[in-house]
């Protein structure tokens, strides 16, 4: 079975692009987060998704970042424009309600650089 | 204080040593806790959950101190391949609050032949 699919796995691009970030979670499963992975703050979450609902978008940083959950199998997170600061690993995991659901399943990531 | 406190490293040790790590959190309604393991430049994956009353899965032994808040993780016989970053999650509500998780930063260790 597959696991957590992200796309793309590295991204450079310019300050003041767009950058758009893509996930497919696992099968079955209702939970989806972003996280943000950088040597100073460590692992950060940025937001989460409950059956394609977003629940929790307080660690998202600012305005620039967006996410969306159009249907169970698809999130993107976009960032509009991009800054230098945003560079990290994002991060996509899933997991599903209930027990045993504490085990988050993560996606490869995917190393963002803006120059 | 940070919600969840680890000893960054390294810890630099030879095959076959026993080497441990501590975890503290500073949610005292915290309920669940794990021990993830990520290899370098890969996604982090579940190691072992830990239960109040311990518990081991082979080489690896994690506890639990809910009076004191703090959480350790016990390698036995480290190999090589045990050389990872190594973190300290809490969750901070009860069993299926999916949505709580607060990674702490990771010790790195670094076994050497």
């Known amino acids: 079975d597959a696991g957590v699919i992200q796309s793309p796995r590295h991204e450079v691009t310019e300050m003041g692009q767009e950058v758009t970030l893509r996930c497919k979670p696992i099968?079955?499963?209702?939970?989806l987060f972003w996280y943000r992975q950088t040597m100073m703050r460590g692992l950060e979450l940025l937001i989460y998704?409950?059956?394609?609902?977003?629940?929790?978008d307080s660690g998202m940083p600012e305005d620039r970042f967006s996410a969306k959950m159009p249907n169970a199998s698809f999130s993107t997170l976009k960032i509009q424009p991009s800054e230098p600061r945003d560079s990290a690993v994002y991060f996509c995991?899933?997991?599903?309600?209930?027990?045993?659901?504490?085990?988050?399943?993560f996606g490869p990531g995917t190393r963002l650089t803006v120059l | 204080r940070k919600e969840v406190e680890q000893d960054p490293g390294p810890f630099n040790v030879p095959e076959g040593a026993t080497v441990a790590f501590n975890c503290t959190y500073s949610?005292?309604?915290?309920?669940?806790f794990f021990w993830y393991r990520q290899d370098c430049r890969k996604e982090p994956k579940l190691l072992m959950s830990?239960?109040?009353s311990g518990n081991e899965d082979g080489r690896f032994t994690a506890q639990l101190n809910r009076a004191s808040q703090y959480i350790s993780l016990l390698i036995r016989d480290s190999k090589l391949s045990d050389s990872a970053t190594y973190l300290c999650?809490?969750?901070?509500?009860?069993?299926?609050?999916?949505?709580?998780?607060?990674f702490g930063k990771g010790t790195k260790l670094s076994v050497k032949p």
């Open positions: 995991a899933s997991t599903w309600g209930g027990v045993g659901g504490d085990t988050q399943y």
């Open positions: 099968s079955g499963h209702d939970y």
């Open positions: 998704f409950n059956n394609n609902v977003p629940i929790d």
């Open positions: 949610n005292s309604a915290s309920q669940s």
């Open positions: 830990v239960y109040s």
């Open positions: 999650v809490v969750n901070r509500r009860g069993g299926g609050s999916q949505g709580n998780l607060i």
